[in-house]
């Protein structure tokens, strides 16, 4: 089964991933975190989407959709797309690289939630240098403080999460993402992520999924 989870940047796609991984074998595909590893070591692809992810802007469809095929080549089954599709374009090329791989979405969760909340999420966030787990600084502490609890790892802040860099993101989430929402409307499950804890969106979330 591939999943879509949709939603604004500080939705909780990321930690719920993290617990579809951890407890129902899934394998996260989160484009962030890959941009991110390009970044790290340098590659070309990282210098090109840095340029936009430091301004909080999508990186191109054509960069983005190039990554995720060559992904797809070695792994296109029980995956949790995360923060991939971004923009219809993207939608497009992805059905058709899965039906030429013979495969499919099967459920696209969307994760509904109040801009307010996203802020104040957003705005506190840190997350591990190696495993990319999120914390918050008063919602999800680490047990050490600056420190991953699951593997010791150095707790930073992403360049993109400063204020006006979320608002740029915000901003190209409800304008290029959100239609998405209509793009996927057959297999739309609408999970409502307001006040609810990492578990409880898990709980939400795995009842729709059957395993
Ligand atoms: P968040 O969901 O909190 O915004 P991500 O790690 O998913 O965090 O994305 C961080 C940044 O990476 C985005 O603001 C954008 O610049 C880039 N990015 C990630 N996924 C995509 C995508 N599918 N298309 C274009 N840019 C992307």
């Known amino acids: 089964m591939n999943i879509i989870l949709l939603g604004a940047p500080g939705s909780g796609k990321g930690t719920l991933s993290e617990f579809l991984c951890d407890k129902n074998n899934f394998t996260q595909l989160s484009t962030g975190d890959l941009f991110r590893e390009n970044i790290s070591s340098k590659t070309d692809l990282g210098l090109e989407a840095q340029k936009y992810m430091n301004e909080g802007k999508l990186v191109p469809d054509s960069v983005t959709n190039s990554m995720v095929e060559k992904y797809l080549e070695s792994k296109n089954t029980n995956l949790i797309f995360d923060g991939f599709p971004r923009t219809d374009e993207q939608a497009l090329a ?41 914390y918050h600084k008063v919602n999800r ?65 795995v009842s729709f999924i059957g395993v």
């Open 94 to 134: 992805l059905d058709q690289m899965l039906k030429n791989l013979n495969n499919q979405i099967d459920k696209v969760f969307y994760l509904e939630i109040d801009e307010s909340v996203l802020l104040g999420r957003l705005t506190g966030r840190m997350i591990c240098k190696i495993c990319k787990r999120s």
């Open 141 to 205: 502490k680490p047990l050490k403080e600056g420190i991953c609890d699951f593997d010791n790892g150095e707790l930073i802040v992403r360049p993109d999460d400063q204020e006006d860099k979320i608002k740029t993101r915000l901003e190209a989430y409800n304008t290029q993402t959100a239609p998405l929402i209509e793009f996927y409307k057959n297999k739309l499950i609408k999970i409502d992520a307001d006040n609810c804890s990492p578990s409880e969106l898990y709980d939400r979330v």
